[in-house]
């Protein structure tokens, strides 16, 4: 934006809000604005009682896996996730680091990281050609993060991938190469907080040389980057994760961009770093992402949107999101966990997820009606390191032999056996840390038709035994006929006692880390 624009009239600025032409941003503004584009024509309209009537298509409850990229002018430095946040909160390792590095926050701001990201290696054709054979059902692109910056050809944001850093429409590009290797493509919206998120800019040093001399966000020639900030209680480092404080423009603005990455992209799946926002907007935007995607498909919703806000899909408006989190028990609703192997943001010296570990929470998540999807945040250079290729390649291996126990699957009459069970957890997010480690005495149930399968959580010494399936035990209510082990061919010894399903196991295991047995009989199902 020229510097002009933060000098608007009155009346342009109203003309800005309303949506007639391209609007960047100003604080404050009229308590009522349009609401912008109209809803496209279809099922909905912008009430939860409306939205109430969604239903979660198919390919998402089949799907189980996806994964993501997050990725934007933060992986520069290569230094963490938040980093954009945390170079402007004093003390903050982030902060020191960028003291060492780049300078003080003063003089080199977030604003000059960005030349920096060029994502000299990306080729998205490459990546998602390795995710999905991985086993990925859909991948998604980040679309824009808390730090402002557009991953596509915005329209009403000049801070953006097409027009600076790297200079590639990103969600573009990824777009096309998951529609080429035909996957269901996402995008993730994390940026109606940013108004607060980023409000650190304006502060300044309390100690210190600098002390007093605020950083490079109050300077009002880049306001349309860091925010106008006209409430000074929101000039803290404290963060609530809440919509208070923040204006009816910064809202509007959200909507028209948010729409314009919708409208141009088209993704399957459209998720939120947070709740539905900002009331009739968020409802709005909604309801035509609904609408739009049923006119594509025959009149059928085939679009997902995910909230990590319970409320909002309680009322049945969508798919509930748990971030770095596990449920205790079976969904009746599809669900989704999102995670990561590291940081989110790529931290070159983060120590990753172990491949067992991340085999362990798909697992889980699926015997209890989720999908996983798990980020692998790329480097600078837009290329996965090799620590995250041999992770992939694990996970490749692995999905090879099981994905039949994990694709197109439902739960069982209980997600499973556990040896030592987590502590119920009322909020399952950020619950992933806390859980105790499978082992092979545990074991996790899904189905398929009238197959059951059961996965053991590891390779026993000699047999496999599953207490749930014990011919006296109060879930098993039928009787084992055939045990097969996927990815070995062998016929395998075993017996349905009354305690627990035995299984004798071969000499050779069929992969690393779980295996399923594939187990079919009379009323198992």
């Known amino acids: 934006m020229k510097r002009r624009a933060m000098r608007m009239t009155r009346r342009e600025a109203l003309t800005v809000l309303a949506g007639a032409v391209p609007a960047l941003h100003a604080a404050g503004g009229p308590a009522q604005v349009s609401l912008g584009p109209s809803i496209a024509a279809g099922p909905f309209t912008n009430t939860r009682e409306s939205l109430a009537a969604y239903r979660v298509p198919e390919w998402f409850r089949d799907a189980k896996f996806g994964i993501w990229a997050h990725w934007g002018p933060q992986s520069s430095v290569e230094a963490g996730d938040w980093y954009a946040r945390n170079m402007y909160i004093e003390g903050e390792r982030q902060y020191r680091y960028h003291l060492e590095h780049y300078g ?14 060029k994502g000299e290696k990306f080729d998205p054709d490459y990546l998602v050609g390795l995710y999905k054979k991985a086993g990925a059902k859909y ?11 557009d991953m596509w050809n ?22 096309q190469a998951a529609r080429k290797h035909g996957l269901k493509f996402g995008v993730s919206d994390h940026l109606w907080i940013s108004y607060k998120w980023f409000a650190v800019s304006h502060l300044a040093d309390k100690d210190g040389a600098y002390a007093g001399v605020p950083y490079d966000g109050a300077n009002p020639a880049f306001a349309d980057l860091y925010h106008e900030i006209s409430d000074p209680k929101l000039l803290t480092a404290k963060l609530d994760w809440n919509e208070d404080g923040i204006p009816e423009s910064w809202k509007q603005h959200w909507f028209l961009r948010i729409s314009d990455l919708v409208d141009q992209y088209q993704p399957d799946l ?9 009331g009739d907007r968020g409802l709005s935007l909604l309801a035509n992402f609904y609408n739009a995607n049923a006119k594509r498909n025959d009149g059928v919703v085939e679009a997902v949107y995910t909230s990590k806000r319970k409320e909002d899909s309680d009322a049945g408006m969508c798919v ?15 669900w989704q ?28 998540i699926v015997s209890k009606n989720g999908n996983l999807m798990l980020n692998f945040p ?84 000699k047999e496999a035994v ?60």
């Open 378 to 461: 790329l480097p600078s250079s837009g290329m996965l390191d090799d620590r995250e290729l041999k992770i992939l390649a694990e996970i490749t291996d692995w999905m090879s032999v099981n994905g039949e126990a994990i694709y197109s699957t439902r739960p069982w009459r209980i997600s499973g056996q556990s040896a030592a069970a987590s502590a119920p957890t009322q909020d399952a997010s950020f619950n992933e840390s806390k859980r105790k480690a499978l082992t092979t005495d545990d074991a996790r149930f899904t189905t398929k038709g009238q197959t059951l399968y059961a996965f053991v959580m590891g390779w026993p010494a």
């Open 466 to 525: 599953i207490a749930a399936l014990g011919s006296s035990s109060a879930n098993a209510t039928g009787k084992v006929e055939r045990v097969e082990l996927l990815g070995s061919p062998g016929k395998l010894k075993w017996a349905q006692e009354a305690t627990a399903l035995k299984i004798e196991l071969p000499e050779q295991k069929p992969c690393e880390h779980a295996v399923a047995f594939r187990i079919s009989g009379t009323g198992l199902v």
């Open 104 to 117: 003080h926050p003063s003089k080199v701001g977030y604003k000059d990281l960005i030349p920096a990201w």
């Open 320 to 334: 509930l999101d748990r971030e770095r989190g596990v449920l205790d028990e079976i969904s009746t609703n599809p």
């Open 270 to 278: 459209l998720y939120s770093d947070g709740q539905l926002p900002f």
């Open 154 to 175: 915005s329209k009403h944001q000049r801070w953006n991938a097409a027009n600076m850093g790297i200079k590639k429409d990103v969600v573009g590009s990824f777009r």
């Open 139 to 149: 991948f998604m692109s980040m679309g824009v993060h808390h730090d402002n910056f």
């Open 337 to 364: 966990t999102d995670t990561c192997i590291g940081d989110w943001h790529y931290n070159r010296d983060i120590t990753y997820k172990t491949p067992k570990t991340i085999v362990d929470m798909l697992v889980d």
